[in-house]
């Protein structure tokens, strides 16, 4: 078996060696998870989930819509290698229609 060094990268050979000479600090899944966390509760879903516990009401459509959209982003983000330095673009996230 022979390997070679592939235009001055070792990733192919090496997957867990990392660039020690970078000062950027890689984006963890728990940040992904951390800003849908935040879009969340922007959306105040905790309080919509509470409503529809205690009164049985359903949670409106498009806030539920929304929740779900917001958690598969952020599977899909947090599945990205490397996860982009911009994650918290909403480039990347819904945006909520009609609120």
Not at 38 to 45: E, H, M, T
Not at 66 to 95: C, G, H, K, N, T
Request: net charge negative; with cysteine; hydrophobic share 40%.
């Amino acid at each position: 078996m022979r390997f070679e060094v592939i235009e001055g990268s070792r990733e192919w050979t090496e997957p867990a060696w990392r660039n020690t000479n970078s000062l950027q600090a890689s984006i963890l899944v728990e940040d992904v998870e951390a800003e849908a966390r935040r879009r969340l509760r922007s959306c105040k879903l905790n309080e919509w989930r509470t409503r529809e516990f205690i009164t049985g009401q359903p949670m409106p459509d498009d806030i539920r819509h929304f929740a779900m959209q917001v958690e598969f982003a952020a599977v899909a983000i947090a599945r990205l290698s490397p996860i982009p330095d911009d994650f918290d673009s909403d480039v990347y996230w819904p945006r909520m229609l009609g609120r």
